[in-house]
């Protein structure tokens, strides 16, 4: 049983390029989150999406950040003319939906974005 | 606001327990949650408990809730050197989106 996947682990950008991270989600939860964890910070969540929906993007930058979750394929969050503030893990969660217990989430690895 | 409070380090002697505390504010809290997350890996669910108790227990893990205070609490028996990593406490109010702490360093010395 795969857990939920992300790559790349580790991204290097320099400022002004483009940021592509994706999340596999445990098979058969249709249900993605990606937060950001800022050094010695807790995580802060930026975007909830079920299949090809966002369903809550309140924590999402303005500007520059996007996420999206086709039906087929990986979630992406795509961070475009990245700066150095955004140099901070990014997690992704999956849950298979339901209520309370039942939508527990199982978070990724992470992805570890650094911006020289 | 909804706000999660959390000490940064504790460190203790192996063999001996653990106790990581948490305050968090939003009265409305459904769940809370503890959360460990090793050097380089994402969180991984520990335990949770759900506002209407006070406790509970799940091997060598016991959550204590004081509803009242606001205060959620994790103690670790018999630590051991793999029980060093970053704990974090977070609460739902019932919704799909938990509030986290900042993370609790424990470091646990020979």
């Known amino acids: 049983n795969a857990g939920v996947m992300q790559n790349p682990r580790h991204l290097v950008r320099r400022r002004g390029q483009e940021a592509r991270l994706r999340c596999s989600p445990v098979?058969?939860?249709?249900?993605v989150y990606w937060y950001r964890q800022l050094p010695e910070e807790g995580l802060k969540f930026m975007v909830y999406?079920?299949?090809?929906?966002?369903?809550?993007e309140s924590g999402m930058p303005k500007e520059r950040f996007s996420a999206e979750f086709p039906k087929e394929g990986p979630s992406i969050l795509r961070i475009q003319q990245v700066v150095r503030g955004d140099s901070a893990a990014y997690f992704c969660?999956?849950?298979?939906?339901?209520?309370?217990?039942?939508?527990?989430?199982?978070f990724g690895p992470g992805t570890r974005l650094t911006v020289l | 606001g909804e706000d999660v409070e959390q000490s940064l380090f504790l460190s203790v002697r192996e063999g001996d327990s653990s106790v990581i505390n948490c305050t968090y504010t939003?009265?409305?809290?459904?769940?809370l949650y503890w959360y460990k997350q090793e050097p380089g890996a994402g969180l991984q669910l520990l335990t949770y408990?759900?506002?209407?108790?006070d406790m509970k227990q799940d091997q060598r893990l016991t959550v204590l809730l004081n509803k009242k205070d606001k205060h959620l609490s994790l103690r670790i028996a018999d630590t051991q050197t793999g029980d060093s990593a970053i704990y974090f406490c977070?609460?739902?109010?019932?919704?799909?989106?938990?509030?986290f702490g900042r993370g609790t360093s424990l470091i646990v010395h020979p």
């Open positions: 408990i759900f506002s209407n108790m």
């Open positions: 977070a609460e739902s109010p019932g919704s799909y989106i938990p509030t």
């Open positions: 939003d009265s409305s809290s459904t769940y």
């Open positions: 969660a999956s849950s298979p939906g339901g209520s309370g217990r039942d939508n527990e989430q199982f």
């Open positions: 098979k058969g939860h249709s249900h």
């Open positions: 999406l079920q299949k090809e929906n966002i369903i809550d």
